[in-house]
């Protein structure tokens, strides 16, 4: 991990039922596109519902640098992606956790969306 946000800032990302994720594609647009952010030991985590057929998660993956947008705010990240099953099981458990009694919860736990997870770090 290359760095880790403030206490307040993972507080505020921990309690935001939705945020938004804006990656710069390669045409220059950067859309803002609703995602759930999770929180767990200190490092936030996001996951793409669609996998790899997410288009902001292609864009993420060939350029890394973003922003994320809650409550206001503006924060530049830096993703980063996870491939250990331990933390992928964790990201589950904050998901679960945060969002258990959504029914657009499922599709985050199939295979596909699982590989998909990545770690936000603030640049």
């Known amino acids: 991990m290359t760095g880790a946000f403030d206490a307040a800032t993972l507080a505020m990302l921990a309690e935001s039922d939705e945020s938004a994720i804006v990656v710069p594609r390669a045409t220059g647009r950067a859309p803002a596109v609703p995602i759930w952010v999770v929180v767990d030991g200190g490092a936030v985590y996001v996951r793409s519902v669609r996998g790899e057929q997410g288009r902001w998660y292609r864009a993420l993956r060939a350029h890394p640098d973003a922003a994320i947008q809650v409550a206001g705010r503006h924060l530049p990240v830096r993703a980063e992606p996870v491939?250990?099953?331990?933390?992928?099981?964790?990201?589950?458990?904050?998901?679960?956790?945060?969002?258990?009694?959504?029914?657009?919860?499922?599709?985050?736990?199939?295979?596909?969306?699982?590989?998909?997870?990545?770690?936000?770090?603030?640049?």
Do not use: M, Q, W
């Open 83 to 123: 491939a250990d099953a331990e933390t992928i099981a964790r990201v589950d458990e904050a998901y679960r956790a945060k969002y258990g009694g959504s029914p657009y919860l499922p599709p985050l736990f199939n295979e596909d969306a699982r590989r998909c997870t990545v770690r936000l770090v603030p640049r």
